[in-house]
């Protein structure tokens, strides 16, 4: 199987080129960065590309049988208005289509969508006033994705640690259940991998912590 990881540079998308390679998948990696992706393998193709072209987006989705979406932005753009991971998101919807790929695995987090009503009390505001722009547009980014005609799963991870991959940290499927907590971008990434092929989680966005 050839998987499509976008955002595939750095942080969460990094980490799941590294996974998905080690797992024997071949990876096309896309990223405006791609160039500078430290990954050497045989089984990764390394494309430099926007993941708001369409041409671009079309072109690196040919052979590919999943689609992994782990786009971030830097702090610098947390306090201005957001707006790349709808657009990035309703431009793939469209390739997808065009290129009759349908399993899309993406990376939001938790406050995004139906899971902001799960933040305390004490965390609301200041994540809000941190993360409001950037999580304005992952539940816009989420809306689009529940509204296609894809095989999705969304990933909603708490707060990211640059800790290892443990393989021991939960997924929280119901909403009584969701919470904040911490969760390394190794266990977030071995998530991501593990939706590639199997559809437990297939039209569900669960939340996951340690």
Same mark, same amino acid.
């Given at each position: 199987?050839?998987?499509?990881?976008?955002?595939?540079?750095?942080? +969460?998308?990094?980490?799941?080129?590294?996974?998905? @390679?080690?797992?024997?998948? =071949?990876?096309?990696? @896309?990223?405006?960065?791609? %160039?500078?992706?430290?990954?050497?393998? #045989?089984?990764? /193709?390394?494309?430099?590309?926007?993941?708001?072209?369409?041409?671009?987006? /079309?072109?690196?989705? !040919?052979? !590919?049988?999943?689609?992994?979406?782990?786009?971030? !932005?830097? @702090?610098?753009?947390?306090?201005?208005?957001?707006?790349?991971?709808?657009?990035?998101?309703?431009?793939?919807?469209?390739?997808?289509?065009?290129? %009759?790929?349908?399993?899309? +695995?993406?990376? *939001?987090?938790?406050?995004?969508?139906?899971?902001?009503?799960?933040?305390?009390? +004490?965390?609301? !505001? #200041?994540?809000?006033?941190?993360?409001?722009?950037?999580?304005?547009?992952? *539940?816009?980014?989420?809306?689009?994705?529940?509204?296609?005609?894809? /095989?999705?799963?969304?990933?909603?991870?708490?707060? @990211?640690?640059?800790?290892?991959?443990?393989?021991?940290?939960?997924?929280?499927? /119901? #909403?009584?259940?969701?919470?904040?907590?911490?969760?390394?971008?190794? =266990?977030?990434? =071995?998530?991501?991998?593990?939706?590639?092929? =199997?559809?437990?989680?297939?039209?569900?966005?669960?939340?996951?912590?340690?």
């Amino acid at each position: 199987m050839r998987v499509l990881i976008i955002g595939a540079s750095k942080g +969460i998308g990094l980490e799941t080129t590294r996974q998905s @390679l080690e797992a024997g998948y =071949d990876v096309r990696a @896309l990223a405006r960065s791609a %160039a500078a992706i430290s990954l050497s393998n #045989p089984k990764l /193709e390394k494309v430099t590309g926007d993941a708001l072209d369409h041409r671009e987006v /079309e072109l690196a989705l !040919v052979g !590919v049988n999943a689609v992994i979406v782990a786009l971030g !932005v830097g @702090l610098g753009e947390l306090f201005r208005p957001v707006y790349l991971f709808s657009e990035a998101t309703r431009v793939l919807i469209r390739a997808m289509k065009a290129q %009759a790929v349908k399993r899309l +695995i993406c990376v *939001t987090g938790f406050g995004a969508g139906d899971s902001h009503a799960s933040i305390s009390c +004490i965390q609301r !505001v #200041p994540f809000q006033i941190v993360f409001g722009h950037a999580y304005d547009d992952k *539940t816009r980014q989420e809306r689009l994705i529940k509204e296609s005609a894809l /095989e999705w799963t969304i990933a909603r991870p708490g707060v @990211l640690t640059g800790g290892p991959r443990t393989g021991r940290y939960q997924v929280l499927r /119901e #909403p009584s259940q969701w919470r904040n907590g911490i969760i390394s971008r190794a =266990d977030v990434a =071995d998530f991501l991998v593990r939706q590639i092929e =199997d559809l437990t989680y297939v039209y569900e966005a669960p939340v996951l912590v340690n």
